[in-house]
């Protein structure tokens, strides 16, 4: 039975011998990763193009009472970020311009038309308002914009002619 035992070791000393690995090199492949910070995204819709000049004797354009005609449109897209993280839209409105009569403006205000959208706090002024996440992104689907007369509006004997204007629109962070 010695004898068994001994060529039965010696049997698997032989047989693990011929199928042990055995590693000769090693070579490492370092592989980086990064999660990138979502940049902002503020996409602009235009609604209003040269081929459609509003009217601006039209009574949704009258200074207080008019209900403003809308313009155009912003959203808001980020991913990727700090909870709690801050921006700023502002609006910067320049007055219409005559195309023909020097000196003839009409000043106007900015007026947002979807202010219930998650995410987004306006000022209610006409200048913009605040987006703060809640979470780490966002995607605010759309703001409305319109615009409506300031001051005295357009006087009955305004002089005819094609006025251009604008509004800026500004996203700013603290960070």
Known sequence: MKKFLVVLVILAVVITGVFAETTLDD????IYG??????PLLGVTQEITEAEPIDLTDKDLVPGSGAGIRVGSW??????QTAGTKYFIEYIPNAFTSTTVVGVTYEFEVI???????????ENDGTGGEIEL???SLDIEEVGLAIRLTGSGVSPEAVPG?????????LITND
């Open 162 to 170: 094609s006025f251009t204007g604008s509004i800026k629109i500004n």
């Open 75 to 80: 959203n808001f897209t980020v991913a990727n």
């Open 27 to 30: 070579k490492t492949i370092t």
């Open 34 to 39: 990064i999660i990138r910070s979502g940049d």
């Open 112 to 122: 947002e038309l979807d202010l219930n959208v998650d995410g987004y706090t306006s």
């Open 134 to 136: 809640s979470g780490t």
